[in-house]
């Protein structure tokens, strides 16, 4: 059964930094981390490949975000540095068995997606 777990929101000032965490069952052939503010559809923030080194930002957070995975505990992580207002939403993992075209961001190529984490960011 696969399962995807996220945690480490919570509220932080703009320019304090967090480090989100999901924990997964499985093998995919890519994983990312989206977010959404509703009424707004669900944005592709990073995207990192199991055996593939190439990595993908969104533009609003390249130089902020950095995505990684730990193989060995089956963890990947969205370290978020120099936190903006802006960067306020729900957070989610995702993962993604085939793939898709780039950019690695079309929601309908991910198959599991988390339950969320809140990240707040005050002014």
């Known amino acids: 059964q696969v399962m995807l777990v996220e945690s480490g929101g919570g509220s932080v000032k703009a320019g304090e930094s967090l480090q989100l965490s999901c924990a997964y069952s499985?093998?995919?052939?890519?994983m990312a981390w989206f977010r959404q503010v509703p009424p707004k559809p669900r944005e592709g923030v990073a995207v990192?490949?199991?055996?593939?080194?190439?990595?993908y930002y969104a533009d609003s957070v390249k130089g902020r975000f950095t995505i990684s995975r730990d193989n060995a505990e089956n963890v990947i992580h969205l370290t978020m540095n120099d936190l903006k207002p802006e960067d306020t939403a729900m957070y989610y993992c995702?993962?993604?068995?085939?793939?898709?075209?780039?950019?690695?961001?079309?929601?309908?190529?991910?198959?599991?997606w988390g339950q969320g984490t809140q990240v707040t960011v005050s002014s």
């Open positions: 995702a993962a993604s068995t085939n793939g898709g075209a780039w950019p690695p961001v079309d929601l309908d190529d991910y198959d599991f």
């Open positions: 499985g093998s995919f052939f890519m």
């Open positions: 990192i490949y199991t055996n593939l080194p190439t990595r």
